[in-house]
């Protein structure tokens, strides 16, 4: 068995701890591990599973591969970059092409990487029932016991009114309003739709054949022509940007005839908004789920949480407050589906706010914004053990380093500088350096640019460990 852990999404409803450059799957919101390290420790659970296949964009390859490397062997992880995104359906038939190259009867078990699953093992029960089915030819979806007439969620109705291990699927409906959703339930063979799936590689692409040649098309075209670049599989862009975009939902499942659904009753999120993780977490005796620098006096059921600054709130009922370092969002709950509306606001203002935050992280670790203004900034930097930036010039600004803590080696011009905490250098306009942490610990040191141009593209990569352009 494959695990696919797709892993392309930007999370904007959990706006602003989600950002398109760092979106969810890679942040701590459920427990102390991040979503995606959640995922791939589910997948690792599942006694059959030796292979697990990452699909995931240019952008987050590096935090996708520093995941999987903690996690899995080296023979038993892949990742495979998409240049551009096109959807869930030509996504899995990358993996799908993928594994079929490697073993022509493989099972593949595709996961979203932003889901919350509270019961593993009532998991691992579902899934070895989703391998028999798979194994016996049908396309799997799970369906999650539903526990109320949940709005926000597309259902999937069994054909069999009394629910075995699988049974086929009716038909997949659209989210529902609040009746309907109430009559779903009542009848015991309406199921959330998880988004998770499970098939022979064969047997999907057999069916993408049938009923989407045009996507199997492009993505076989996109296959043939990979190519390795360090841990990852790069298909080729052009054939890859000529795909349709489509769901594997309406590419595929809603129209094979081989569709059966197991029930997956696991404690499910698919954590899709700041209410949904307010619902996950345990609350206070006033149904508050408070995190990091939280005072309140006569407040109930609300969602707050403070990655640094004090939030002190009175007299507020059913409230999300969210502080970061740049942005404090405040949202009743019953409108936190709205929050891709202020981010869509964000980002038609020019502002970054919505991209990045104000920690951005890199192959080689972190930079911070400290301060910033018209002929300078100040960023404080954090290289990990080992790890070392391109060497690189700037053509708008000079750098002064001052080490903080940690040991750098800095090459500046033909010179090679080994610096130590309280220690400094001055790296010119125009000269090509380089920064290297030869240590067991973080290096961290201070940096500040000068310069009448000061953008992040300001750089020229003469060689890069990480392969970057």
């Known amino acids: 068995m494959h ?4 892993s392309g999404g930007s999370g904007t409803r959990l706006w602003p701890l989600s950002r398109e450059a760092y979106p969810k799957q890679f942040l701590p919101l459920v427990s102390e591990e991040t979503m995606l390290a959640e995922t791939i420790k589910r997948a690792r659970n599942i006694a059959s599973c030796s292979r697990t296949v990452a699909i995931t964009n240019e952008e987050h390859r590096f935090v996708v591969a520093a995941h999987l490397q903690q996690q ?5 992880r892949d990742i495979i970059l998409e240049p551009i995104g096109r ?7 990358l993996a799908a092409l993928h594994a079929r190259a490697e073993d022509k009867d493989a099972v593949l078990l595709v996961m979203p990487s932003d889901h919350a699953l509270a ?3 009532a998991f691992a029960r579902a899934v070895q029932i989703g391998e028999r089915a798979a194994n016996e030819g049908h396309l799997v979806t799970f369906g999650v016991v539903p526990t109320h007439p949940h709005t926000g969620y597309g259902y999937i109705r069994a054909n069999e009114g009394a629910v075995s291990e699988f049974s086929p699927v009716g038909e997949f409906v659209e989210k529902p309003d609040e009746a309907t959703a109430k009559a779903y339930l009542d009848a015991g063979n309406y199921f959330w739709n998880s988004g998770m799936f499970m098939f022979r590689a064969d047997r999907y692409l057999a069916e993408l054949k049938q009923h989407r040649p045009d996507i199997l098309d492009a993505c076989e075209k996109a296959w043939n022509s990979q190519a390795k670049d360090l841990d990852f599989i790069r298909v080729d862009k052009d054939a890859f940007a000529a795909c349709p975009e489509d769901s594997i939902d309406y590419a595929v499942m809603e129209k094979t005839s081989d569709a059966v659904v197991v029930p997956l009753d696991a404690g499910w999120s698919d954590v899709g908004s700041w209410s949904a993780l307010w619902e996950i977490h345990e609350r206070d005796s ?8 939280v005072i309140v006096e006569d407040v109930h059921d609300s969602y707050i949480h403070s990655e640094g600054r004090l939030i002190a709130a009175i007299g507020i009922t059913d409230h999300v407050i969210v502080e970061t370092d740049d942005v404090v969002l405040v949202a009743d709950k019953n409108r936190v589906q709205d929050v891709k509306k202020l981010v869509a606001k964000v980002k038609a203002q020019n502002r ?3 991209r990045f935050h104000k920690k951005v992280h890199r192959p080689w670790g972190t930079y911070e914004g400290v301060a910033m203004d018209a002929r300078f900034q100040v960023k404080r930097i954090t290289v990990n053990p080992g790890c070392k930036l391109s060497l690189q010039k700037h053509h708008h600004r000079s750098e002064h380093w001052v080490v903080v803590s940690g040991t750098a080696v800095v090459t500046r011009g033909e010179e090679t500088l080994m610096l130590t905490e309280d220690q400094s250098t001055y790296i010119p306009l125009g000269v090509t350096h380089r920064l290297e942490n030869p240590g067991v610990i973080p290096l961290q040191l201070i940096e500040v640019q000068t310069g ?7 750089i020229v990569r003469f060689e890069d460990t990480y392969n970057r352009v």
């Open 3 to 6: 695990a696919v852990i797709l």
């Open 72 to 76: 899995c062997g080296e023979n038993e």
């Open 87 to 93: 959807n869930t359906a030509p996504a899995i038939a």
């Open 119 to 121: 019961d593993i093992d």
């Open 286 to 293: 006033d149904g508050n789920v408070c995190k990091g620098d």
């Open 352 to 354: 970054l706010e919505h």
């Open 452 to 458: 009448s141009y000061l953008g992040e593209d300001d």
